[in-house]
């Protein structure tokens, strides 16, 4: 099963031809006009002989794209396909790897490293992103029913949810970071595993942070949250082994973050910026098995 509603979102109508989506990218690319990445020299001239357009720099010669230095860097797809993908990426539950390569007609394994390409993205800007205000942190666990706790659930996986929170109490920015050497419903995130998450994530000179590491004694809204994360990547992806769990749930809460901007537009753009920030990853080190480090290896 992939998308509950099998809804295909057609892109935005900004973006109809191949030359608007280059023209947003160099766009976003430098907002503030065109910087050599060699010289930081700002005059350039542009060859438009090629696919993709050239700038080459007054001063050095160097020639660079607007696609360098992000994820469709090295691409041989149309930028459409690229930019519905980031569509459907967006979609309330997101979207397989096998539903993507149907819908915008490309292999199976194109899609996966699509995909995979914009959890990277995400990824890195969910290391940077640092928690700060009202920050409260569970020791909780994904991967398993309540309905069901008296069962034995070896799939569940020990986490870490930190978040700021409204006036009002509710999760605002959200972060769940797995453990993945601990499996299983009874394994949980030790106190020392606690005090490195707050650590690495959270800004703790400016804020006010309440840990919760007993598993009768949580903060209830964001044990939601981690629930709710679970039951909408269960119902696209079906079942997540460790290796990739992470980018998953880096996908969950950055769509959860986005979704408070509102606006699909907004959301769109947030998400392209990201695409162009961060370099894209090679194929080879994107399918390693390198899940996240204990906590506890980096405290």
Not at 40 to 51: D, G, N, P
Not at 102 to 127: C, N, P, Q, S
Not at 195 to 209: G, P, Q, W
Not at 220 to 228: A, F, G, I, M, Y
Request: charged letters at 20%; a positive charge; proline letters at 6%.
């Amino acid at each position: 099963m992939e998308v509950n509603t099998g809804i295909i979102v057609q892109p935005l109508h900004r973006y109809n031809r191949e030359q608007d989506c280059m023209e947003a990218l160099i766009a976003m690319k430098w907002p503030n006009g065109f910087v050599c990445p060699r010289c930081a020299y700002t005059r350039c001239s542009q060859l438009t002989s090629r696919r993709i357009p050239l700038f080459e720099c007054g001063k050095c010669a160097h020639q660079t794209s607007a696609l360098v230095g992000t994820i469709f860097e090295g691409t041989r797809l149309p930028l459409l396909k690229w930019f519905h993908a980031l569509e459907l990426f967006l979609l309330p539950d997101g979207i397989s790897a096998m539903r993507l390569h149907r819908v915008i007609r490309v292999t199976y394994k194109t899609a996966w490293l699509m995909l995979h390409k914009i959890r990277h993205a995400v990824g890195e800007f969910d290391a940077r992103e640092i928690l700060s205000g009202d920050v409260k942190v569970n020791s909780d666990t994904y991967g398993y029913d309540p309905s069901r706790c008296k069962l034995s659930q070896p799939h569940a996986s020990a986490v870490i949810a930190g978040c700021t929170v409204t006036e009002s109490g509710e999760p605002e920015q959200v972060k769940i970071q797995l453990i993945p050497h601990k499996r299983g419903r009874e394994n949980r995130a030790t106190r020392h595993e606690l005090t490195a998450f707050i650590n690495d994530h959270v800004d703790a000179r400016i804020s006010e942070v309440h840990s919760f590491p007993l598993a009768f004694q949580l903060y209830s809204p964001l044990r939601k949250v981690v629930r709710e994360a679970w039951v909408s990547l269960k119902s696209t992806y079906i079942a997540l082994g460790p290796k990739h769990l992470q980018a998953y749930l880096n996908e969950y809460t950055l769509r959860r973050r986005l979704y408070l901007l509102g606006a699909r537009e907004a959301m769109h753009e947030k998400l392209l910026c990201l695409c162009v920030a961060i370099p894209a990853i090679p194929y080879s080190q994107l399918i390693m098995h390198h899940p996240s480090r204990p906590l506890s290896a980096v405290a």
